[in-house]
């Protein structure tokens, strides 16, 4: 499940910063919609990013989701061991030892290598 669920973290955030996400708000339901992950399932990974300090959301009109920081500054690591400690379950070891060697992989680095 944990896999499943880095899967759609990662998916997401491709697909935020294919819309544009860097410089600007997208909607979850734009990432809904290209992702084909249900609405409900995409907010939960947002809001989940949101408290890792990844996204940030803007509600209103103009509103949606884009990134916080650089993501040169953002590691796979990080996502994956947030997104997987979410709920506060801890990571096996051996999933842990496995996912620290995505440590030197920015996202950038990552977003880049799925064009």
Known sequence: MRTVTLYVALSVLEQIWKKGG???YVTLQSVSEDAHISISYVESIASCLGNL???TGKRGRSGGYTFSRSLQDITIFE???GISEQGNKSLPRNLKILYSFLDGVSLE????ACL
């Open 22 to 24: 860097v410089d600007n």
């Open 53 to 55: 300090g990844i996204l």
């Open 79 to 81: 996502v994956a061991l």
């Open 109 to 112: 680095e990552y977003l880049q």
